[in-house]
């Protein structure tokens, strides 16, 4: 069975950067669309971004022109890349993968803005 396990997350004030990864591990034949959501105490989980097998990103409005969404297909790895950092950011960061048709969230990297 293919898990998830993100790093990266941790404390950056406003204006900073951070730089998730999530890796893909275990029998893998296949991965597909791959992506980032996040959960803010008291709020349902959103979309942050998601990548196809091709490399075509599609971005929630919260992170255009903020976050980088980007793939490594030989690593099986997810990368998301976020600049100009706001509190409103903070959230649990979650990675979600297509693993063999199966859908797999990884247990979350905790993201924290200091204003």
């Known amino acids: 069975q293919a898990q998830l396990v993100e790093s990266g997350g941790g404390l950056v004030q406003a204006g900073g950067s951070l730089r998730l990864s999530c890796a893909a591990s275990?029998?893998?034949?296949?991965?597909?669309?791959m992506g980032w959501y996040r959960q803010a105490p008291g709020k349902q989980r959103e979309l942050v971004a998601t990548?196809?097998?091709?490399?075509?990103?599609i971005y929630a409005d919260s992170g255009k022109g903020r976050f980088t969404i980007s793939r490594d297909n030989a690593k099986n790895t997810v990368y998301l890349q976020m600049n100009s950092l706001k509190p409103e950011d903070t959230a649990v960061y979650y990675c979600?993968?297509?693993?063999?048709?199966?859908?797999?969230w990884g247990q979350g990297t905790q993201v924290t803005v200091s204003s």
């Open positions: 275990g029998i893998i034949f296949s991965i597909s669309t």
């Open positions: 979600n993968a297509y693993v063999n048709d199966q859908d797999c």
């Open positions: 990548i196809t097998i091709f490399g075509r990103p």
